[in-house]
């Protein structure tokens, strides 16, 4: 557990140190087998941040006393400690096989990486500013490769503010599980943190993989095909990418309501709707026609602790989103989603899912303000990711109260101040 210092780029989050939490006992368990949709998702990562207001909830909170109920938290949660393996590196002999390198997750026991940070500002400055890439700044900007068998498949960012406030930021590499397994996971270590019993974790490894469709099958509307991908997991965009999250309070979420309201649609299709209609109307030169629906149904879910269970499909409109009504591409994200899910999850080839179209990701059942320290939940929380195609992805979900919602919009970097000023004269204007 030995700690190493990181020289940090020019910015208020510095002085990166880096040290390795393990599971207080060996495992026990050799691999955990990845199922069809874990390998779907595995060119993503999920960056979320919980924000700690400076007071009682953070007084004496060292990183130490946050690294201690991890032991047993990864006892559980033992994959999550492995590392990605293909069975070809223990066996060159095989390397000319094709199912021989399917990757799984050797249970080693090499843990999981703590990076502790300064912000040189305080927390109202930092989230009053609304700057763009926040997110990534606090959240280890890692992803699984070229070295497979080094790379961890999660970290956890400390940072501390001038003002007393701590952030928690993971990186979560998305083929263990979608962010209700992610979640689910984090709540439950802080659930040891409060001397409280977990709830029940059921890891399930896949035994017997899936049939998957023929080598030359079409990929699905609601993914783009890419690679192939061999040991660095990040598929090459051609433009830099941003992460801008921002509020809608509960008043701006009633005007929007007020002023484009749509049979069965709820607040993830109006905000999505919206949202739909600026990008179209940034990409005066590219249509925007077809967007992909990334949903999670907790009713749905199977029970197992580590999982991709997530809902995929695609919305298609036939006239140009940006001259069509909100309320309209609202009803269609609510009632004309194709739901794509067991052909994602069965197609062979390497695929993006976020940003293969502008995609929308549904937060809206997640628990996240689960993750509470001395009885205090997070201040604010909000989501983003890395691995985005540059179309583009929008994660909405629920605010602190539940009553508005924090968007974050992954978009090429040279579209964010369009989005911004847009957004600035609808969504967002002030009454």
Known sequence: MGLETEAAAGGAVHGHRLSTVVPSSVTEVE????????LAFRLHYLRGVYYYAA???????TTKVLKDPMFPWLDAYYPVAGRVRRP??????????????????KCNDCGVRIVEAQCDRSLDEWLRDDGVDRVTQLCYDKVLGPELFFSPLLYVQVTNFKCGAMALGFSWAHLIGDVASATTCFNNWA?????????AITVNPVKEPQDRAPAAAAPPRSVRQVG???DYW????????ACYSFHVTEPMLKRLQQQESAAGAGAFELISALLWQTVAKIRVNKEVKTVTVVKTDMS???GNSLANEQKVGYVETGSPPAKTDVFELAAMLAKNLVDETAAVAGFPGDVIIYGANLTFVDMEQVDLYGLEIKGQRP???EYGMAGVGEEGAVLVQPDSDGRGRVVTAVLPKDEVGSLRAALGCSLLQAP
């Open 191 to 199: 659930h040891i943190l409060a001397g409280k019993k977990p709830d």
């Open 234 to 241: 990040l598929a090459p965009t051609g433009v830099d990418m």
């Open 228 to 230: 192939p991908i061999e």
């Open 379 to 381: 201040a604010h929380v």
């Open 88 to 105: 070809a590196d223990d066996q060159p002999q095989q390397q000319e096989e094709a199912a021989s390198r399917r990757p799984y997750v």
């Open 55 to 61: 007071g009682d909830a953070v007084r004496g909170v």
């Open 300 to 302: 749905a879910r199977t």
């Open 31 to 38: 691999s955990y087998g990845l199922a069809e949709p874990d």
